[in-house]
């Protein structure tokens, strides 16, 4: 019913920018709140940046000043501005979203996308 489809994922030096994107398809009615969230090789998967549907950003302390979410609501898509990339940075990054269906007033329900790849490596 609803797929979240994320992009943007690449190797890329230390340093450097990347930006990924991610939008809810399929029965979407409205999309609450939007986040990214990673998982490092060996780790857990954590949470790296969350907005809001009234664009309120939240940020992991080893992102602060580094990375930027944003979002279009029309589009029903989020973002995720990665900027001077650390070896540290390299992970899965997987889109979540709380989504209201248009088919069932109950919900919203959450929704994973598949991840996107972001490797920093020289």
């Known amino acids: 019913q609803v797929l979240l489809v994320e992009s943007g994922g690449d190797l890329v030096q230390p340093g450097g920018s990347l930006r990924l994107s991610c939008a809810a398809t399929g029965s979407v009615l409205n999309v609450y709140l939007m986040s990214w969230y990673r998982q490092r090789p060996g780790k857990e998967r954590e949470l790296v940046a969350a907005i809001t549907r009234g664009d309120s950003p939240t940020y992991a302390e080893s992102v602060k000043g580094r990375f930027t979410i944003s979002r279009d609501n029309a589009k029903n898509a989020v973002y995720l501005q990665m900027n001077s990339l650390k070896s540290e940075d390299t992970a899965v990054y997987y889109c979540?979203?709380?989504?209201?269906?248009?088919?069932?007033?109950?919900?919203?329900?959450?929704?994973w996308g598949q991840g996107t790849r972001v490797t920093v490596s020289s």
């Open positions: 979540n979203a709380d989504v209201q269906l248009v088919i069932t007033p109950r919900g919203p329900f959450n929704y």
